[in-house]
């Protein structure tokens, strides 16, 4: 998947950047990916996602959300917190996860 989330119109709001490089055995990640994807936009809170991976299994994921506590409760899904154990024992072989708080945003190409 890789495509543009919709820009919010209430600022500010959450960006979570996970980067992760995937492991050997990625056996059901393309499912559990989709379903995690399917489940987030049932969230409150939810904005969008924007997702990409190259050729060599190393992928960008940005999930946005309204505000904090939406994120604090995508974390606490326990079917997400299951998908987070499975990367970590099996899918991921490094991944790093940032939490921002965009104050301002563009849009174009034109931009502001």
């Given at each position: 998947m890789s495509?543009?989330?919709?820009?919010?119109?209430d600022?500010?709001?959450?960006?979570?950047i996970f980067t992760a490089q995937l492991s050997d055995d990625?056996?059901?990640y393309g499912q559990m990916s989709a379903k995690m994807v399917e489940l987030a936009a049932q969230q409150p809170g939810y904005v969008g996602v924007?997702?990409?991976?190259?050729?060599?299994?190393?992928?960008?994921?940005?999930?946005y959300w309204a505000d904090e506590a939406a994120l604090m409760g995508w974390k606490q899904?326990?079917?997400?917190?299951?998908?987070?154990?499975?990367?970590?024992?099996?899918?991921?072989?490094?991944?790093?996860?940032?939490v921002a708080k965009v104050e301002r945003h563009y849009d174009g190409p034109e931009g502001r």
């Amino acid at each position: 998947m890789s495509r543009f989330a919709p820009l919010p119109a209430d600022l500010p709001y959450y960006a979570v950047i996970f980067t992760a490089q995937l492991s050997d055995d990625t056996t059901g990640y393309g499912q559990m990916s989709a379903k995690m994807v399917e489940l987030a936009a049932q969230q409150p809170g939810y904005v969008g996602v924007e997702s990409t991976r190259d050729g060599e299994g190393l992928g960008i994921t940005v999930s946005y959300w309204a505000d904090e506590a939406a994120l604090m409760g995508w974390k606490q899904v326990s079917e997400h917190l299951y998908a987070q154990n499975m990367g970590k024992q099996k899918w991921y072989e490094h991944y790093t996860l940032r939490v921002a708080k965009v104050e301002r945003h563009y849009d174009g190409p034109e931009g502001r």
